[in-house]
């Protein structure tokens, strides 16, 4: 299938619609996980531009190739740290967990950026059921469910500490990037098999242990966050799908992103936001209310639902 030259694709303005304001982390320590490039390296950027104070912790699986950090490490050299982090290598989590403990002794913000969706002669999004192979759905599972949560695990201490501390707001915030294929109620075209039901297992994951931090009375918020499609290498080879207007640039995505989170509370624990913010999509209500109405009614309802008990 031939490919639509990017020059025809309009992204949307990455300065359209945002409201600049500094977010909360003033002063306290933040943490991206799967830095590299891609909308990582773009919160890492925003972060440290939209704050004059707070370090932030970049991690990533080859620092020295690393090229875009590097370059913000120049600019931002006492606030920025780079550490090797690959999510399938439980140790190197420990390490960055140590090296943040020592350093810092406490986590604000972290953001699990890292994902796959398609990786030459590795994993291929699947058209049908008939390419589905155990080794693609089993290194989906491990870098897009395992992997985040595993450093949600080794963060918790920190987190915990974070969230009565070090800025203004009351809470810490783990945000996990998700996608709006990962909801089953959602589900209209069905493919994808790896990466859908990858992100499906990190949605429940991450609902599971909100659930959990909530019961213990810690101080820490989980939301999930649906991007968009945003023009990063893992959009790109499959851009031509997209209708004209609906891909946007990484600045723009981020922005967003950052907006929710930046006015996260305890009461978003366990949400699914995606980026316009009002697009709300929570696990129970939909996939309960599908089997009653069709798909497209589910949403509207479960949208209205959850913006109304939320506002
Ligand atoms: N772009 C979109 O349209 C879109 C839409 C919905 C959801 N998302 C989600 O948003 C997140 C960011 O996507 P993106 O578009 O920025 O993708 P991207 O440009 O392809 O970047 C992916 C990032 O994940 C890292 N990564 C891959 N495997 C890793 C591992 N084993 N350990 C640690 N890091 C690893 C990559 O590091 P290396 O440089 O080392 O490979 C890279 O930094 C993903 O979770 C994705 O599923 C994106």
Redesign the pocket.
């Known amino acids: 299938m031939a490919m639509r030259p990017l020059g025809l694709i309009r992204l949307i303005n990455p300065r359209a619609s945002f409201s600049s304001s500094a977010v909360k982390w003033e002063g306290g320590v933040s943490m991206v996980?799967?830095?590299?490039?891609?909308?990582?390296?773009e919160f890492v950027k925003q972060l440290l531009e939209k704050n004059e104070k707070g370090h932030i912790i970049a991690?990533?699986?080859?620092p020295n190739?690393?090229t875009g950090l590097a370059e913000l490490k120049n600019k931002f050299a006492e606030r920025l740290s780079i550490l090797p982090?690959?999510?399938?290598v439980e140790s190197t989590i420990e390490e960055s967990a140590k090296f943040i403990q020592e350093r810092y002794g406490s986590l604000n913000l972290l953001i699990?950026?890292?994902?796959?969706?398609s990786i030459s002669d590795v994993l291929q999004p699947e058209t049908t059921l008939s390419k589905v192979q155990k080794s693609s759905l089993l290194y989906a599972y491990e870098?897009?469910a395992v992997?985040p949560i595993l450093v949600i695990k080794h963060m918790w201490p920190l987190l915990k500490i974070g969230g009565g501390s070090g800025t203004e707001r009351d809470v810490a915030v783990v945000a996990n990037?998700?996608?709006?294929v990962g909801s089953i109620g959602d589900n209209r075209l069905g493919g994808w098999h790896s990466?859908r039901s990858s992100?499906t297992a990190l949605n429940q994951l991450t609902k599971t242990i909100s659930v959990e931090f909530a019961r213990r009375k810690d101080p820490i918020v989980c939301i999930l966050l649906?991007?968009?499609?945003?023009?990063?290498?893992?959009?790109r080879p499959f851009q031509r799908n997209v209708p004209e207007g609906k891909l946007f640039a990484?600045e723009f995505s981020v922005q967003r992103l950052l907006s929710i989170i930046n006015s996260a509370k305890s009461h978003d624990n366990g949400k699914f936001y995606a980026w316009d913010e009002l697009d709300i999509i929570t696990f129970v209500d939909i996939t309960h209310a599908s089997t009653e109405l069709d798909n497209t009614t589910t949403v509207i309802v479960c949208r209205y639902m959850v913006y109304h008990l939320t506002a």
């Open positions: 996980q799967g830095a590299s490039r891609g909308i990582g390296l991690t990533c699986r080859s190739a690393a982090l690959d999510v399938t699990n950026a890292s994902g796959i969706l870098v897009n992997g990037l998700s996608a709006r990466y992100k649906h991007p968009g499609t945003v023009d990063t290498d893992l959009s990484k």
